[in-house]
């Protein structure tokens, strides 16, 4: 199957301090990738959509100017999280896809944690 | 309002007996289903899917089956094998939209 990275694995911030995630599809061009946060013992929940070149798409009650989405290439999908704060604590984990795929596939997740 | 529902948090057997996950949904509208694997502190992985012009799908040990007059669907793993113990998810789509819906999960354990 298809080869999805992020980067980094693990961060622990400040509170009020940006961080900025990575996602990369290593073997395929990702026209699609998609960005989840996963709460302790929850289901995964979709953040948002981002089509390469154009601007993501949030699902509701995702604020958009907290958690800035970037697809600038094909292969590579940024997730900043601004002036994170201590409830921004979570698992995120992104995952792409092409018109080749009909399901995604998904990169390891980075583990965020605000002080 | 839940669209995908795992109701059983949790599920225990024995190595090389059959494990059934159960998976319920209500949207009508979707019509494309997947089951996940994920491992702690790890991306989900995928298992296996199937479309709602089908009632099952097999690869390998996995078989998916598809009620869609029940809007239900289960995972039949047969044999178990420890390897086998993760939190699995069940995900659902409506057309080629690609987003996906997922359940809370299922906490596998498979017992040597």
């Known amino acids: 199957g298809a080869v999805v990275s992020q980067h980094p694995s693990r961060v622990i911030c400040k509170s009020g301090t940006s961080v900025k995630i990575e996602c990369r599809s290593l073997?395929?061009?990702?026209?699609?990738m998609f960005w989840y946060r996963q709460f302790p013992k929850k289901s995964l929940m979709l953040m948002a959509t981002?089509?390469?070149?154009?601007?993501?798409?949030?699902e509701q009650g995702v604020e958009k100017d907290k958690f800035l989405i970037n697809h600038a290439s094909l292969t590579l999908s940024t997730l900043t999280v601004t002036s994170a704060h201590p409830e921004d604590s979570s698992f995120y984990i992104c995952?792409?896809?092409?018109?080749?795929?009909?399901?995604?596939?998904f990169g390891p997740g980075t583990r965020l944690t605000v002080l | 309002d839940q669209q995908v529902k795992q109701n059983s948090p949790s599920l225990s057997v024995q190595e090389g007996r059959i494990s059934i996950l159960n998976c319920d949904y209500t949207n009508s509208m979707f019509d494309y289903f997947l089951w996940y694997k994920k491992y702690p502190a790890e991306g989900p992985t995928f298992l296996i899917s199937?479309?709602?012009?089908?009632d099952k799908n097999e690869d390998g040990r996995f078989t998916v089956f598809l009620n869609k007059s029940a809007k239900h669907l289960s995972l039949h793993i047969v044999p178990s094998q420890p390897g086998d113990s993760a939190v699995y998810f069940c995900a659902a789509s409506e057309g080629s939209n690609y987003k996906l819906t997922f359940g809370k999960g299922t906490l596998l354990t498979v017992n040597p």
């Open positions: 199937i479309s709602s012009i089908k």
């Open positions: 981002s089509n390469e070149g154009s601007k993501a798409t949030y």
């Open positions: 073997d395929f061009q990702a026209t699609t």
């Open positions: 995952s792409a896809t092409s018109g080749m795929y009909n399901e995604q596939f």
